[in-house]
């Protein structure tokens, strides 16, 4: 039991020290917008993503309002969670785990919101070339919701 919860707290902080990261990447990059890295498949820059997911574009006051109702619904699930198990039967991973999955894409969704918040548009700064401009909050909230889907697909999960 404690072996877990060790385990549990070295989780929860590394997903912290992901979001710590992502903040001076950001912070480094937006006072050294002039920097550019460039390896075989991936480069780093300054890039302002003020769009959604890829960059698509939408209006800024219906995404702040999206935004916030995402963060909201993503926290009423965080603090609501342990009440999951009245209504699903996860079977190995457990609800802390799936807990853990929603902190980290809870603090990433808050991470980034915290760019919109200050510099009007998220700051991404890796770069694959052609394809898209991304940052570690980004990477942490597609690995999150790449977790509960592998959850619900090969997991035994059962509605009770």
Excluded: C, W
Excluded at 7 to 21: E, P, V
Excluded at 29 to 58: E, H, Q, Y
């Amino acid at each position: 039991m404690v072996r877990k919860l060790k385990f549990q707290g070295t989780l929860y902080g590394g997903i912290l020290l992901l979001f710590a990261a992502d903040r001076i990447f950001k912070n480094f990059f937006i006072k050294n917008p002039a920097i550019k890295r460039v390896f075989l498949f991936l480069s780093f820059s300054l890039t302002k993503n003020d769009g959604i997911a890829f960059g698509m574009p939408v209006d800024k006051f219906m995404l702040n309002i999206l935004v916030v109702i995402f963060i909201l619904g993503l926290m009423m699930l965080f603090l609501n969670i342990m009440n999951i198990s009245r209504y699903v039967h996860i079977e190995k991973i457990g609800k802390e785990y799936l807990r853990i999955i929603i902190f980290l894409i809870l603090i990433a969704a808050i991470n980034n919101f915290v760019d919109r918040i200050l510099y009007g548009a998220v700051i991404d700064y890796i770069e694959l070339p052609h394809f898209v401009s991304l940052n570690i909050a980004d990477i942490m909230i597609t690995a999150g919701f790449l977790a509960i889907s592998f959850i619900y697909l090969f997991e035994k999960v059962e509605k009770r």
